[in-house]
């Protein structure tokens, strides 16, 4: 007995059904949409906030979670930042295409994923090694490429690739880093959030010919910077 001809079986969804991936592509417009009601105005950070699945990089239980304005644990007493704080910094970047980025606490590797949107070459400093593994297997799930990864105190920098465009920190410092400011290009941004674990401020330094400028932004709270120029374990 001969097969008739193979039919493709269409299956349609029940009405007001969403698909996982409708949902949280849904979810992430909510959550620019709010940024962009905040103040976000760049609208390359905008788009690579609408273009980076945010659940893809935390655990699967918090994915519900993964567009609302919080941070979120990912581990080993680390957290991921609020979505508005992340876009402030790096919108306090003013990241072009041909920047080579200098990222301090890679964390889960959302944010390296965002400026690797943003910017020509991103170099990404991890104190943890269980949150270095980690951050790549999230990006291989996410399509993310381009990034390069050490594992090592990232208060020191990274002399050997600098100097950078922009750097940004992921955690609070008790005063600026003296060794990242050395690793500025002219014209380089530096965005780092500054202070104690009850007031800390974002600040973004400037590297021009007539020295360094500071400028003083938002309130903010995150896990403190451990290392050589941070604070101690």
Same mark, same amino acid.
């Given at each position: 007995?001969?097969?008739?001809?193979?039919?493709?079986?269409?299956?349609?969804?029940?009405? #007001? @059904?969403?698909?996982?991936?409708?949902?949280? $592509?849904?979810?992430? %417009? *909510?959550?620019?949409?709010?940024?962009? =009601?905040? /103040?976000?105005?760049?609208?390359?950070?905008?788009?690579?906030?609408?273009?980076?699945?945010?659940?893809?990089?935390?655990?699967?239980?918090?994915?519900?979670?993964?567009?609302?304005?919080?941070?979120?644990?990912?581990?080993?007493?680390?957290?991921?930042?609020?979505?508005?704080?992340?876009?402030?910094?790096?919108?306090?970047?003013?990241?072009?295409?041909?920047?080579?980025?200098?990222?301090?606490?890679?964390?889960?590797?959302?944010?390296?994923?965002?400026?690797?949107?943003?910017? #020509? @070459?991103?170099?990404?400093?991890?104190?943890? $090694?269980?949150?270095? %593994? *980690?951050?790549?297997?999230?990006?291989? =799930?996410? /399509?993310?490429?381009?990034?390069?990864?050490?594992?090592?105190?990232?208060?020191?920098?990274?002399?050997?690739?600098?100097?950078?465009?922009?750097?940004?920190?992921?955690?609070?410092?008790?005063?600026?880093?003296?060794?990242?400011?050395?690793?500025?290009?002219?014209?380089?941004?530096?965005?780092?959030?500054?202070?104690?674990?009850?007031?800390?401020?974002?600040?973004?330094?400037?590297?021009?010919?007539?020295?360094?400028?500071?400028?003083?932004?938002?309130?903010?709270?995150?896990?403190?910077?451990?290392?050589?120029?941070?604070?101690?374990?």
């Amino acid at each position: 007995m001969s097969a008739g001809p193979f039919v493709p079986v269409q299956t349609r969804r029940a009405p #007001g @059904a969403l698909a996982a991936g409708d949902d949280f $592509a849904q979810r992430r %417009a *909510r959550m620019v949409e709010g940024l962009r =009601r905040r /103040g976000i105005a760049d609208p390359a950070v905008l788009a690579a906030f609408a273009a980076v699945p945010r659940h893809q990089f935390v655990d699967e239980a918090l994915s519900g979670r993964s567009y609302g304005d919080d941070a979120l644990p990912i581990g080993h007493g680390q957290t991921l930042s609020q979505p508005f704080i992340a876009a402030r910094m790096l919108e306090m970047l003013h990241l072009t295409p041909v920047d080579r980025v200098l990222e301090i606490g890679t964390g889960s590797g959302y944010q390296s994923a965002l400026l690797g949107r943003l910017a #020509g @070459a991103v170099y990404s400093i991890e104190r943890l $090694a269980a949150l270095g %593994a *980690r951050a790549r297997d999230n990006w291989g =799930r996410a /399509g993310v490429a381009g990034v390069s990864l050490r594992i090592g105190d990232g208060t020191l920098g990274w002399s050997a690739v600098a100097p950078f465009d922009a750097i940004v920190v992921s955690a609070a410092a008790p005063s600026v880093p003296a060794t990242l400011l050395a690793q500025l290009a002219p014209g380089g941004r530096l965005v780092v959030p500054v202070g104690d674990a009850a007031d800390q401020r974002l600040r973004r330094h400037r590297r021009t010919g007539a020295g360094d400028q500071m400028e003083i932004a938002e309130s903010c709270r995150f896990v403190p910077l451990i290392g050589a120029e941070g604070f101690a374990e």
